[in-house]
């Protein structure tokens, strides 16, 4: 979602190859050394030498470095801070939530009690937005709250949030969260590509 959110805003168009995880293409595990997605493979004449971008961190900030018509990139550095402990400290607790079976000697409900402790403080700054505007903090964060949150709506929507529930309300009646969630085919070798954005 963080991957295609960037690439939507920048406009920067990409040959997107929908990837059914549980059966890898063999082309797609030639291509990715670590056969996760999302996974964009620059060709030569696009950057100076092919190579392979497969975090989506990372490739929001490759589509933004090219271009950033929204100017998602004029925020204040704590920004980039934000999105760290969002990708450290509020991912490990969502995932020991959301997938507690996984994680046996972890208590669910201690993480929850993590990632709660971050959406509080975040409810406490968002004004319509993190920093007032749209920023790459609103777009590489929210995905990840929108997981925390469906893992238990009625409970997420019972906390005292207004304006951390309102903001990511917003996103999910947004086009943009319309565009990136079309669906695709899974691809599999030979396929002709579709392009993202159309």
Known sequence: ????LALASSGVQVELREILLRDKPQAFLDTSPSGTVPCLSVQPGVDAQ????????????????????QEWLDMPQDGHALINRVDG?????????KYA???????????RAIAAGILNELNQQIDGYIYGKP????????PFVRQFA?????????????KLQAWLAAFLDS?????????????QSGDAPFYFPE
Do not use: C, N
């Open 89 to 97: 400290e509020f991912k490990t607790a969502l995932d020991r939530t």
């Open 50 to 69: 092919s190579h392979v971008i497969d975090e989506s961190l990372d490739i929001m900030l490759w589509a933004l470095d090219r271009a950033d018509p």
């Open 175 to 187: 086009a943009a969260f319309a565009q990136i969630m079309s669906k695709y085919p899974p691809w």
């Open 135 to 142: 920023t790459l903090a609103d777009f590489a964060t929210l």
């Open 1 to 4: 979602m963080r991957a295609r």
């Open 150 to 162: 469906f893992i238990d709506k009625p409970w997420f929507d019972a906390q005292p949030w207004p």
């Open 101 to 111: 079976t996984r994680y046996p000697d972890e208590d669910p409900q201690e993480h």
